[in-house]
C-alpha cells in the first residue's frame, strides 16, 4: 500500500457527496473515487441483505481500482455492513455515526429529534450509540422514508419536499427538540428548508466533517496520507444512469464532473 492511492467512497445515492465535500475540504492532496449506488437507492427500506451486498460489491470495486481506505459514507450502509466490511477488507474502512455526542452538549431542552432511515434506527449499531452515550438526553427518532427520493431527484427545496421535510419535523418541535440530528448523508442538503421550519433556535447537525476528520487521522496513523504538495483528483461512477445523474452530481459537487458508469459486473446485486 501506498500513500498516493485513492480513498474509495461510496454511498446509496448523491447523498455521500456531502460527507465527500468535507473529505476534500480535509484532505485536498487525496485522489478520491466516489460510488453513487443511484440504481438501487434507497437503501434505507430494503431488507438488511441486500444492503449488505451491495456494500460488498461496491468495496471490491473500490478496492480493486487501488482504494488505500474506504469510507462508507451512508449511515444505512454502516448499520447494515460496516462490521462485515471491516472483518473482511484489510484496508481501513471508516463510516458515519450520527452526531449524538455534539447534540448532547448543545441541547438546551434536553430533547434531541434524530432524522434519518427506518434500517438506521432499527440497527444494532445505532441502538448502541444511543447506549453508550445517550443517557443524558430524550431522543425522538423518526424514520424519514420518502426524502432520500427527494433529494435523489434533485428537488432540494421544492413544495414536495418541505410538505414531507415539515411531516416529520413538526412531530419532534412540537415534543420540545431543539436539537436535529441528521442521520442520513442525503439530509444535509435539506438543512436549508429544515432551518426555515424550525428557526433559528433550533440546531441541525450531520457529521460529515467528523468523518473526514477522522479519514484523516486513520491514514496517519498507518503512514498513509498523501504528500501534501499534490493536487487531488475525484473520479465519479454510478450504477443509475450516467446521462440523467449528470447534472445533479455536477450541481451538488459545485464543479465540473464526468460520471462514469459502474461496470456491469458492479451493477449486479
Ligand atoms: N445516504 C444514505 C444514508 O446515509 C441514504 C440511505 C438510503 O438510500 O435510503 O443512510
Redesign the pocket.
Known amino acids: 500500500m501506498t500513500s498516493d492511492q485513492p480513498i474509495g467512497v461510496f454511498?446509496?445515492?448523491v447523498?455521500?457527496l456531502t460527507v465527500l465535500k468535507e473529505i476534500r475540504r480535509e484532505l485536498p492532496a487525496e485522489d478520491l473515487l466516489y460510488i453513487a449506488d443511484s440504481g438501487y437507492?434507497?437503501?434505507?427500506?430494503k431488507p438488511l441483505e441486500a444492503i449488505e451486498a451491495r456494500a460488498l460489491v461496491l468495496t471490491e470495486f473500490l478496492i480493486a481500482r487501488g482504494a488505500k481506505a474506504v469510507v462508507v459514507?451512508?449511515?444505512?450502509?454502516t448499520g447494515a455492513a460496516a462490521r462485515l466490511l471491516r472483518a473482511r477488507y484489510p484496508v481501513p474502512i471508516i463510516a458515519?455515526e450520527p452526531a449524538v455526542k455534539p447534540a448532547l452538549g448543545l441541547t438546551r431542552s434536553g430533547v434531541i429529534g434524530v432524522l434519518?432511515?427506518r434500517?438506521?434506527l432499527a440497527s444494532p449499531s445505532f441502538s448502541l450509540l444511543l447506549e453508550r452515550l445517550g443517557a443524558g438526553a430524550r431522543f425522538l427518532l423518526q424514520p424519514c422514508p420518502g426524502l432520500?427520493e427527494r433529494v435523489e431527484a434533485g428537488d432540494l427545496d421544492g413544495e414536495s419536499t418541505r410538505a414531507l421535510v415539515a411531516d416529520y419535523l413538526n412531530p419532534l418541535l412540537a415534543r420540545g427538540a431543539d436539537t436535529v440530528v441528521l442521520?442520513?448523508?442525503?439530509y444535509p442538503y435539506l438543512t436549508p428548508v429544515i432551518l426555515d421550519l424550525a428557526g433559528p433556535a433550533v440546531a441541525v447537525l450531520d457529521s460529515g466533517a467528523a468523518v473526514a476528520r477522522q479519514v484523516r487521522h486513520r491514514l496517519a496513523s498507518v503512514g498513509l496520507l498523501a504528500d501534501p504538495g499534490r493536487t487531488g483528483t475525484e473520479r465519479f461512477w454510478t450504477s443509475g444512469c450516467p446521462v440523467a445523474g449528470h447534472g445533479l452530481v455536477t450541481r451538488l459537487w459545485g464543479g465540473p464532473v464526468a460520471l462514469e458508469s459502474l461496470p456491469d459486473g458492479s451493477s449486479v446485486g
Open positions: 454511498d446509496s445515492g447523498g455521500g437507492a434507497p437503501y434505507g427500506d459514507a451512508c449511515n444505512t450502509a458515519m434519518a432511515t434500517a438506521t432520500v442521520g442520513c448523508t442525503h
